[in-house]
């Protein structure tokens, strides 16, 4: 019998903090949330897209409506490792999430097929329908972060999230291989999120407010593959010298062959 929530349906509220907020933020907390059973843990998602990346770039349009597909570890990752499958799903402000679980190694599997199979049940077909319904989907980044969770004491639904060196990497896409990528947060930055069933606590929002700490867009998925994109044309600017000089040496040659 499994343990782990299989559906979410809540609202998730990001803010970009530093260092001194995050420390007043967590004194500010003691009493009302406190760290869960996981307390701080490496997390490690591969995100699956289309050839043309048309889940991200749909996603970074802010649209009323967009889902996308990971697979999820938590810590050193190896074929046995416990993993989750989830769609995430954003409609209006309001975050839906279904996943399942099994071994890393045969999910990874799975979802390398061609024809995914990935088992019984009714969110198992939700997936199954949700890779029929963009064609082929490939491992398209490697996103991984550390992750301070807190969970409510009195709702337990309220949770509060602090993600730090969270990463991105297309040259590793399979979380097996313990490598490192690019950094998405700047030195001393925090990534929190927080999480709600039910009403924002009164209290806490004037807090945020006192702090000067106000909601941010951002999605890592999404940041990681702006990031991507610079890191491409860069590349090509830094190409486009060594070609120049490439052509004039070959018109040079050119010339003192003709003289001579």
């Not at 810590?75 to 416990?82: P, Q, R, S």
């Not at 989830?86 to 999430?97: A, L, S, T």
């Not at 029929?132 to 004491?153: K, N, Q, S, T």
């Not at 924002?200 to 004037?206: E, S, T, W």
Request: charged share 30%.
């Amino acid at each position: 019998m499994s343990t782990y929530r299989e559906v979410f349906r809540r609202t998730e509220i990001k803010y970009l903090i530093d260092e001194g907020q995050y420390k007043a933020l967590m004194n500010y907390m003691e009493g009302m949330a406190e760290v869960d059973a996981y307390g701080l843990s490496r997390i490690n998602n591969i995100y699956y897209d289309t050839q043309d990346h048309l889940l991200v770039r749909t996603s970074i349009e802010k649209p009323l409506y967009k889902e996308k597909l990971r697979l999820r570890t938590y810590g050193v990752t190896k074929d046995d490792t416990n993993a989750f499958v989830e769609i995430k799903k954003k409609y209006d402000g309001v975050v839906y999430k279904r996943r399942i679980s099994g071994e890393y190694g045969e999910m990874y599997r799975r979802l390398s097929g061609r024809e995914a199979c990935m088992g019984d049940g009714q969110i198992a077909k939700e997936i199954e329908a949700f890779i029929r319904l963009y064609g082929e989907l490939v491992p398209a980044m490697r996103i991984c972060y550390d992750r301070l969770a807190m969970a409510g004491i009195q709702d337990k639904d309220f949770r509060v999230t602090f993600d730090s060196n969270i990463e991105w990497s297309t040259e590793s896409r399979d979380l097996r291989e313990a490598k490192t990528g690019r950094a998405l947060l700047k030195p001393g930055q925090y990534l929190m999120e927080i999480k709600i069933s039910n009403a924002f606590p009164i209290g806490l929002a004037d807090k945020l407010s006192e702090l000067k700490i106000f909601p941010a867009s951002f999605s890592k998925y999404g940041a990681g593959y702006a990031d991507m994109l610079r890191c491409s044309r860069v590349r090509i600017t830094e190409r486009i010298p060594a070609m120049q000089g490439s052509e004039t040496n070959r018109k040079r040659t050119k010339g003192e062959m003709a003289y001579v």
